[in-house]
């Protein structure tokens, strides 16, 4: 057995399977069992599949690895389980394994050039960047789209065409000052991480983030050449990249003296909060990695912590709230954003059901898995739909990509947006 499969092995003999008590309480949660109700497409299913594959990778075929990529990796059954078993870290662990043992093809060229090559590389990323604005500006796009030719030469391009983010004119971090001083009086020293995609694909509401932040007396640090997160180079096999980058955004953000470092991406703030368990076996970084880890806050926790009061003015539209799975499971941020919501709309929130199941996104899954993705994003669809809410807010860039989508899909009239962006345009502080 080769040494990875050994750490494998260990992580399920010492932690999860001595840990999981096979009481079937994350079934009920699990987006993937509910929709086929397949035990192996289950939480616990998934870890006797992992164990069977750490005693003989052969054994089970392409089985699990379709149950591997499958998995919406939303964490809700680890909100579920009394045992307090880390589903992800395995998880993580299991998909890095898979992505050395399966056969190279095009398609994991392609993820890892794009997660390697191009989101790894700050460079690389606005270029790209600016290469695809100039494209979604073209004729050729609307050629392409109002002809239905890329529709019809590919569904599966037409749909990443179509959840692609309008790449902003200029990346967020071309023009926030380094040093953003407060509107009034000074309180609080926070940096800000500007992410990848938030920088050059939602350059506005990284603005609103900085907005929100001057109101609620902060001075915030925002160094240049920041770094991608790691998260979604974890969640697809790319380990060792995601561990490098951890590294990369330690050291940058080690030279500044700050409270928070806060982010307004729910799966960057997760897997930052989560970088002492990424590098639990460096030494050299392990102290270093607990500090930043225990200094991130989500934007809505950071308010709702620090008790930002906010008016509560005229709002005649419905509101209702969908919960990115990162942030809720992953940081266990649920009443926070809520109550800065009702904070401003007063009575005009609408709870939704089913609120905490995954919308379909899940970091690239809807790239990668379109069919299943959009049987999610159908389900989560309908539950806003119920709500008759006017506005559905959220705090992450991939869910709103994914419910931007849906609304157009089901032609809806209905707004999308951040709450960091919701709250600066409310001017609520």
Not at 86 to 105: A, G, R
Not at 162 to 191: F, M
Not at 276 to 300: N, P, Q, T, V
Request: a positive charge; charged letters at 25%.
């Amino acid at each position: 057995m080769d040494k990875r499969r050994e750490n494998l092995s260990s992580l399920i003999n010492d932690d999860l399977l001595s840990q999981c008590i096979h009481c079937g309480l994350c079934l009920s949660v699990c987006p993937t069992y509910v929709t086929t109700n397949l035990e192996r497409s289950s939480p616990r299913g998934r870890l006797r599949l992992i164990k069977e594959y750490a005693d003989d990778k052969n054994k089970l075929g392409n089985i699990f690895e379709d149950e591997m990529d499958f998995c919406l990796g939303c964490r809700a059954c680890e909100t579920a389980c009394p045992a307090g078993v880390k589903y992800d870290v395995l998880h993580n662990e299991t998909k890095y394994l898979l992505s050395k043992d399966k056969k190279v093809n095009l398609k994991k060229i392609l993820i890892k050039f794009f997660l390697n090559k191009i989101l790894a590389n700050p460079s690389n990323l606005k270029l790209y960047s600016r290469i695809l604005r100039t494209y979604q500006q073209s004729w050729f796009r609307k050629m392409l789209h109002s002809s239905n030719i890329l529709k019809n030469i590919s569904s599966k391009l037409f749909l990443i065409d179509e959840l692609t983010p309008q790449i902003s004119k200029i990346s967020s971090d071309e023009i926030i000052d380094e040093i953003t001083l407060p509107i009034s009086k000074h309180i609080h020293n926070v940096t800000f991480h500007v992410g990848c995609i938030m920088n050059v694909g939602f350059a506005e509401i990284n603005l609103d983030t900085i907005e929100v932040l001057k109101k609620s007396s902060c001075k915030i640090t925002t160094p240049k050449n920041q770094y991608c997160c790691g998260a979604l180079h974890a969640h697809n096999g790319e380990l060792k990249k995601a561990k490098e980058l951890a590294k990369n955004n330690i050291d940058l953000f080690r030279n500044y003296e700050y409270e928070y470092l806060i982010s307004n991406s729910a799966g960057c703030g997760t897997f930052m909060k989560e970088y002492y368990e990424l590098l639990k076996d460096d030494k050299d970084y392990l102290k270093s990695a607990e500090i930043f880890s225990s200094k991130i806050r989500d934007i809505s926790e950071f308010i709702y912590d620090n008790d930002i009061k906010f008016n509560s003015g005229k709002f005649n539209d419905s509101v209702t709230y969908h919960d990115a799975c990162h942030l809720v499971h992953g940081q266990g941020i649920f009443e926070q954003p809520r109550q800065i919501i009702n904070d401003i709309c007063d009575k005009n929130f609408r709870e939704m059901h089913n609120s905490t199941f995954c919308c379909g996104s899940a970091g690239i899954y809807n790239i990668l898995r379109q069919n299943d993705s959009q049987i999610f994003l159908d389900q989560k669809m309908q539950n806003i739909i119920k709500t008759n809410a006017d506005v559905v807010i959220t705090g992450n860039p991939g869910c709103i990509m994914q419910l931007r989508y849906g609304v157009k899909k089901n032609n809806l009239n209905l707004k999308v947006k951040h709450t960091v962006s919701f709250i600066n345009e409310q001017k609520g502080i």
